[in-house]
């Protein structure tokens, strides 16, 4: 565990309470399967999540994790730490002075565990999001072991891995 954990379950316990009372509001955000236009006063994690699902043409909750990931990740940096990598389903938000590399999982396939990414410090922070219609807790309408997406927007590589995951038909 990080020295500086607790930043990151403040964070979650923050943006859990900003998306519940949001989608109290706005029931649509957390349903919808595609893009929806925002309620005035919507909080900055529902923005984030709402830009990023707009180009990808999916629901905002296909953002959530990564947007999340960033958003945590960022308040341990602002909060004085010099790393932070927050993983949250799957869907991965890494900060970081030095290389980092990450493994991916794929369930019960083959190359499972036997890829993986490496990031030399220059190319950080990024997010590394995963969609797969095999395994997991999320909907998807694909045929899909793993679809991996690297950004440097977290929203954008969660909603991006979902796009890339349903469209995969066989």
């Given amino acids: 565990l990080s020295p500086r954990a607790d930043l990151v379950i403040e964070e ?3 943006l859990r309470g900003e998306l519940d009372g949001y989608i109290a509001r ?3 955000f957390q349903s919808s ?3 929806v236009e925002l309620l005035p006063g919507a909080p900055e994690i529902c923005r984030r999540m ?3 699902a707009l180009p990808c043409g999916v629901g905002p909750m296909a953002a959530v994790a990564g947007a999340v990931a960033q958003a945590c990740v960022e308040s341990a940096l602002a909060a004085g730490a010099d790393e932070a990598v927050v993983e949250n389903g799957g869907d991965i938000f890494i900060a970081s002075p030095r ?3 990450i493994g991916l999982y794929a369930g019960e396939h083959p190359l499972s565990g036997r890829i993986a990414l490496a990031f030399p410090a220059e190319r950080l922070p990024a997010s590394v999001c995963s969609s797969s219609s095999r395994f997991g807790h999320s909907m998807s309408f694909g045929d899909c072991d793993l679809a991996t997406i690297v950004a440097r927007d977290g929203a954008l590589a969660d909603a991006a891995a979902t796009l890339a995951g349903n469209s995969v038909k066989s």
């Fill in 12 to 14: 979650v316990q923050r």
């Fill in 50 to 52: 709402a830009a990023a």
């Fill in 33 to 35: 399967l595609e893009p």
């Fill in 26 to 28: 706005h029931p649509a």
């Fill in 99 to 101: 290389a980092v590399t």
